[in-house]
């Protein structure tokens, strides 16, 4: 073969890589890649933040009882009708009744309501169960402050939301918008500020021994 049929056999090779480097679809980027992209469509799947109406009141409210005392809860029906129609009927089910908080974070928080603290091990608390109905997120502008009654989901699933909730003992500007507030303790945060410091792993945030949720129940509002 001559050298300039060599030449242009390098030639036909290198606009073929070309051709084959520019069909690459351009919403991955080097800079972005797979993961930046998926980041990307869960954001635009973000649903509308919902405004609280003040003439939406709930009639009733939750009451937690535990050994350090009781937490009582007030609902957002306004901005998160789905999750408090899935606590009560959960509550009502007395399907709280004997869970534990099983995540302590001092002066940050408290979780709980998983079935796996009913029975199951130490290190499954926190997993839920894969049968366990899912709530649909419903964000709103309730900002997370000292109070605040969240629920808890599977990662960056937004509606991957079951039965396991919690409280907030400060603010956390970075879940606003983010996580779905169903509802505030208007009675009862020195008893959920004296759970958060009880023994628990400092890295896991597993508590050393689970906090029981002796009964969960409904009752009648009282006026604000």
């Known amino acids: 073969m001559g050298l300039r049929s060599i030449k242009g056999l390098l030639v036909l090779l290198l606009l073929a890589v070309g051709v084959a480097c520019s069909s690459k679809p351009e919403s991955v980027t080097e800079s972005g890649g797979e993961g930046e992209r998926r980041e990307a469509s869960r954001e635009m799947r973000m649903p509308p933040l919902a405004t609280p109406d003040p003439s939406v009141v709930d009639a009733e409210q939750a009451v937690i009882e535990t050994e350090y005392g009781k937490i009582r809860i007030r609902f957002y029906p306004d901005v998160a009708p789905l999750h408090v129609a899935n606590f009560k009927k959960l ?48 964000f709103s502008v ?35 918008g983010r996580y779905t507030v169903f509802g505030e303790v208007i009675d009862g945060l020195e008893t959920v500020s004296r759970i958060a410091t009880l023994p628990s792993d400092p890295r896991s945030q597993r508590a050393a021994n689970k906090v029981v949720m002796k009964r969960v129940y409904l009752e009648k509002a009282t006026p604000q």
């Open 91 to 138: 509550t009502r089910e007395k399907f709280y009744d004997g869970l534990g908080f099983h995540r302590l974070i001092p002066d940050n928080l408290i979780q709980g309501g998983d079935p796996q603290t009913r029975n199951g091990r130490p290190e499954d608390w926190g997993k839920g169960l894969p049968d366990q109905l899912r709530v649909p997120a419903e």
């Open 142 to 176: 309730r900002k997370f402050v000292r109070g605040t009654v969240g629920m808890a989901r599977l990662g960056s699933d937004l509606n991957s939301a079951t039965s396991q909730f919690f409280i907030s003992l400060t603010n956390h500007p970075e879940w606003d």
